[in-house]
Structure formats: structure tokens, C-alpha cells
């Protein structure tokens, strides 16, 4: 079986370090890459083509509507999984119309996040239950 390719950005050190630890540990996961900025994500994604895009809404340099366009020039296939503060809850709907199919709130427990990426990767549509 092959492994769901997962590129995340996320400016902060500690979440990233979260995130890698958490997928290293799903046996179907694989993290081809990681970014702190969005020239680096744009970058990763048009090098790896992976299957997900997992990013943090306020990752510097990625403006959400803007870069899930972008993002899907570049790599067509790619699916996309966004991990946001609470109270960011006006983008939804914007994100979605531009091709966003999973929306977590932060706060998550990593097997919701994990289940999450799987049922995106499955065609499927994944959000927080605040958040619905």
C-alpha cells in the first residue's frame, strides 16, 4: 500500500514538530515535506505533488483563498486540509468555495486530525463539528 503524502506549513517550530511526530506514527502516512513560510509550501508542493496540503491558517505568506488556487495550478491533485484558530471561523466558507475539503479547529485531538487527512484523501469532506 502506498503512503498518503502530506506536505504541512506551519510557522511555529512546535506544531510542526507535533504534526511530524503524529503522522511518523500512522503507518499509512508519509510527511514529504514541511514549510514555516508559504514560498516554502508552494515550493514543496510543486516539488512532491503531494496527495494533502495540511497548513495553518495564519502560516506568513499564505493568504488562504489566494494560495488554495495557487496551490491547485500547481499540483491539481492535491488535496487540502486547513488547521485554524477558532475564531477564524469567516474564512470557511470562502476556503470552501475555493476547494478546501477538511477544516479542523487547532484544538483537535491528533487521531481526529489524522482521520481527517484519510477521509480527504478518500474524496470525502472532513470539518471540525463546531465548525459545522
Do not use: C
Given at each position: 500500500m502506498t503512503a498518503i503524502s502530506v506536505v504541512f506549513a506551519d510557522h511555529h517550530p512546535l506544531v510542526r514538530t507535533g504534526?511530524?511526530?503524529t503522522l511518523a506514527a500512522e503507518h499509512d502516512l508519509e510527511l514529504v515535506g514541511e514549510a514555516s513560510n508559504g514560498q516554502e509550501a508552494l515550493n514543496l508542493i510543486s516539488q512532491h505533488q503531494p496527495d494533502i496540503f495540511l497548513f495553518y491558517l495564519?502560516?506568513?505568506?499564505?493568504?488562504?483563498?489566494?494560495?488554495?488556487q495557487t496551490i491547485q495550478d500547481v499540483s491539481r491533485e492535491t488535496?487540502?486540509?486547513?488547521?485554524?484558530?477558532?475564531?477564524?471561523?469567516t474564512l470557511?466558507?470562502?476556503?470552501?468555495?475555493?476547494?478546501?475539503a477538511g477544516y479542523l479547529l487547532e484544538h483537535e485531538e491528533t487521531q481526529v486530525l489524522v482521520g481527517a487527512i484519510?477521509?480527504?484523501?478518500?474524496?470525502?469532506?472532513?470539518?471540525?463539528?463546531?465548525?459545522?
Open positions: 504534526v511530524r511526530a495564519n502560516t506568513p505568506g499564505l493568504h488562504p483563498v489566494e494560495t488554495i488535496k487540502l486540509v486547513v488547521l485554524a484558530p477558532p475564531d477564524e471561523a470557511i466558507y470562502p476556503m470552501v468555495r475555493a476547494g478546501v484519510r477521509t480527504v484523501y478518500q474524496g470525502g469532506n472532513w470539518f471540525s463539528k463546531e465548525v459545522l
